[in-house]
């Protein structure tokens, strides 16, 4: 019988000793940079060395997450930060989205497992042989499976590939890997592990304002026992290195009990519900009970809803949950103006009245709700003091600069590549949906393969774009596809998941492009795709301008870009049934963005293009010879706003 190793979260050492505590198999934690968590206070190499040290003393495995996409610029500063992680930190796994991280650790002298993380969006079996030869030993699998869909991706599973998948914790409304909403209102990319939550927040359509994008957290519960039946799921994981130790610990006691003894799942779900996390559902978990996540009438906000302010000139509320000292509570939601955090001072019975503080610059409004976001207990307090007491055993160690000449401490210089520049090397494409209407005789057309239900007939002449989410059930039709259009004579393709190079037998016979979903951001990953039979890359297009003029000259792949045309915000399977599709919605700021469906995914789109024509000519200059037009439908209600689509050109993307 499969036992998967329990995996918890940690953004901070306290909440790291609370996994230890409660019995955790494995602790994935980050950095304090190149994390998709950069909210989270995160960790230094010196605690991580000690840290790692106790959870090893335990037969705990520790993985570092090293999942954020490197720019061009910080190729350097990351091998670096690698050589000092390996050298003083006995780590078990490293976490990754950006595959050049597979190089650059290598050359830091990582010698252990690769994860994939669940931002690399491999979400087809066929995917898998892929990830084997590039050299990662465990998958981490989308949080929008069900199970069924996780059963597809083992039938043909390569040996030495494991699989691990969430079994609780926060969702994100966007697929991870395809959400661009953050970077899109203000240069805070989700892929750097930056996101400011803009889904969370306030929209309106046609006067109606709610948490339209908010979604309730997952929770696989009882559910669990069909997970531990598929043997090569060998992992669970828990979401939620921005959580409490509180909430560590107590999750991670109740999917040991639903693991070990389902008989005590009653006691499992008492931690769960104790564990102060929003209200949970299964999703998808269930394909023929799939619950959608934005339909609930709860409070979404972090942590466990305990009560709503009243009389906001004395602002008071009758607290749902007993509340002892030292307990902390967040008032109203992130983005509102008076959000505060307050520590509780006095005990409190349930149903009994708190008093909050009125040293709030804005007034509370009355009907805010009332967080508790963390709660230090009798119980985990002993237990992290006397972990902490342990910890002191290990010796501390001091990282400084080695005392070397400063030729000795520089990393080898990469060599550049000069592309030949000639007129007939610059190409465009025009791509759109359905059949393509090219009215720009001066490109090439471009279609995405899936419209019509993958019915349009390919033709040879045109660029073949595959859709940037491509789950288990749509992988045979999508393969079969692919191979009458390439006995059709169809050459040229845009792949929009690395992964889907695995649908190609002989890729080096044809003309096969890494597309913008790709999430490309540096050289050496590029070179690593050419390894693999790509013909070029379309780099990602939240990039700023100083990214984007230092790729071409490294790379030994020619380069495109998306030069103009509708990019969305967001890609996800599910919608909030009280929104009207092709009508426009409103952001807090005055943002306006509308939703379309396409294949069976909802795109958001901001009404306003990407359109970095006034730079094309710098683009050529730096190296780029593709570019790239896309024409999706504008609904006849919607009214694009004249603004510059510059993105993220003149800002730094953080």
């Excluded at 597979?102 to 497992?113: D, Q, S, V």
């Excluded at 302010?309 to 109203?332: M, Q």
């Excluded at 700023?544 to 990019?567: A, H």
Aim: charged share 25%; hydrophobic share 35%.
């Amino acid at each position: 019988m499969n036992t998967p190793k329990i995996l918890a979260p940690a953004g901070d050492t306290n909440s790291f000793l609370a996994a230890i505590a409660a019995g955790a198999d494995a602790i994935y934690c980050g950095l304090k940079i190149f994390s998709a968590r950069m909210e989270a206070e995160n960790f230094s190499i010196e605690e991580l060395a000690r840290l790692t040290k106790l959870a090893h003393s335990r037969r705990i495995n520790v993985y570092i997450t090293f999942n954020s996409i490197i720019k061009e610029s910080e190729l350097d500063k990351v091998l670096n930060i690698l050589k000092k992680l390996c050298k003083f930190v006995d780590f078990d796994a490293l976490i990754i989205q950006d595959l050049a991280l597979l190089n650059l650790a290598k050359k830091a002298g990582f010698n252990k497992e690769f994860h994939l993380s669940t931002l690399g969006n491999l979400t087809f079996p066929a995917g898998l042989k892929i990830s084997k030869q590039m050299g990662f030993n465990k998958i981490v699998l989308p949080r929008e499976f069900t199970i069924d869909e996780m059963k597809n991706m083992i039938v043909n599973l390569p040996e030495t590939i494991e699989l691990e998948t969430f079994v609780h914790g926060a969702l994100c409304y966007s697929i991870s890997g395809r959400c661009y909403w953050s970077s899109w209102f203000g240069g805070k990319s989700s892929l750097r592990g930056r996101c400011v939550q803009p889904c969370r927040r306030m929209y309106e359509q046609k006067g109606q304002k709610k948490r339209h994008f908010s979604c309730m957290d997952f929770s696989s519960d009882v559910l669990a026992k069909v997970l531990k039946n598929i043997d090569q799921i060998t992992t669970w994981k828990i979401e939620g290195r921005k959580k409490s130790p509180h909430y560590v610990y107590y999750t991670v006691k109740a999917y040991k009990l639903l693991r070990d003894d389902p008989k005590k799942k009653k006691q499992a779900l008492s931690y769960l519900d104790y564990a102060m996390g929003r209200e949970f559902s299964h999703y998808n978990l269930l394909s023929q009970r799939r619950m959608n996540p934005l339909d609930h009438s709860s409070e979404t906000g972090s942590g466990l809803f305990a009560g709503r302010v009243k009389n906001p000139a004395e602002p008071y509320f009758i607290t749902r949950e007993a509340l002892f000292p030292s307990d902390l509570l967040r008032i109203g939601f992130e983005d509102d103006q008076f959000h505060d955090i307050q520590k509780v001072t006095r005990a409190v019975p349930k149903k009994g009245k708190f008093y909050l503080s009125k040293k709030s610059k804005f007034r509370i409004k009355k009907g805010t709700p009332v967080y508790l976001i963390d709660r230090r207990g009798a119980e985990l307090g002993e237990a992290i003091k006397l972990l902490g007491g342990e910890l002191t055993k290990f010796n501390k160690i001091s990282i400084r600069p080695p005392l070397h000449n400063k030729t000795d401490n520089k990393v080898k210089k990469r060599p550049s590549f000069k592309l030949k520049k000639s007129k007939n090397q610059i190409r465009e494409i025009t791509l759109s949906r359905g059949r393509t209407k090219n009215k720009q005789k001066a490109t090439e057309s471009g279609v995405w393969i899936s419209s019509q239900g993958y019915s349009i007939k390919p033709s040879s002449r045109n660029w073949l774009w595959l859709d940037p989410l491509l789950f288990p059930e749509e992988e045979k039709k999508c393969a079969n596809y692919i191979n009458r259009a390439i006995k059709k004579g169809a050459k040229n393709f845009i792949l929009n998941a690395v992964w889907q190079i695995s649908f190609f037998k002989k890729p080096q016979q044809l003309n096969l492009w890494a597309g913008p979903f790709c999430n490309i951001t540096n050289s050496v990953t590029i070179n690593i795709l050419k390894q693999y039979g790509f013909s070029g890359a379309i780099v990602s297009p939240e990039l700023d301008q100083e990214t984007f003029c230092s790729m071409p000259t490294k790379c030994e792949l020619p380069l495109g870009v998306i030069i103009y045309g509708n990019w969305p915000l967001g890609v996800s399977r599910i919608i909030s049934k009280e929104l009207k599709s092709d009508q426009a919605f409103k952001s807090p700021m005055g943002e306006l963005a509308w939703y379309s469906k396409h294949n069976n995914n909802y795109y958001i789109y901001p009404n306003w293009v990407l359109d970095l024509t006034s730079k094309k000519e710098q683009l050529k200059k730096a190296g780029f010879s593709l570019f790239v037009n896309i024409h999706e439908s504008i609904p006849r209600s919607i009214k694009m706003k004249n603004r510059p689509g510059l993105w993220n050109w003149d800002l730094k993307l953080l």
